[in-house]
């Protein structure tokens, strides 16, 4: 297993960090400026950080994490992950295992009750590695597509 270090990302690593994004979205990315202002804004959440995987300096993973409060589950918090991506060079060598792991942590010593993650339908691959470290597929993900036209 390749040694990494986790870090909070800072606004400096956004260039890094909508590069790996784009493996996900097919290339779409949001301009360095608006990114720097939804960072930001992401900053303002009492525990909602993204955070970035690196080797010598350079980043070659990401993830958010956010914790919510919750008023249910005797108020026990509880953990999302989302935009989880490993560079495609960095892929299949434990850089996504160390980072999930980092996110688990994190989760229980905050005392989250459980920690949820969507992905894809169609990332067959993504869904055995999420299985492969103790996530269960658990109910049904609904969403509703919402578009700034309607």
């Not at 959440?45 to 300096?57: F, L």
């Not at 989250?112 to 055995?128: I, T």
Request: glycine content about 8%.
């Amino acid at each position: 297993m390749v040694n990494i270090t986790i870090r909070e990302a800072n606004v400096e690593d956004l260039p890094s960090i909508l590069s790996l994004h784009a493996q996900l979205d097919e290339g779409d990315v949001l301009p360095v400026k608006e990114a720097r202002t939804i960072f930001g804004g992401i900053k303002r959440y009492p525990d909602y950080r993204i955070y970035v995987a690196t080797i010598d300096k350079e980043i070659i993973g990401t993830f958010a994490l956010l914790i919510m409060d919750n008023l249910a589950h005797m108020g026990a918090p509880s953990g999302i992950i989302e935009d989880v991506v490993v560079h495609q060079d960095w892929q299949r060598k434990g850089i996504g295992k160390q980072m999930m792991k980092f996110a688990m942590d994190y989760c229980r010593a905050k005392g989250c009750y459980k920690v949820a993650l969507s992905s894809n339908q169609r990332r067959d691959e993504a869904h055995r590695f999420y299985e492969s470290l103790g996530f269960q597929r658990h109910g049904y993900s609904f969403v509703v597509e919402l578009n700034k036209d309607g």
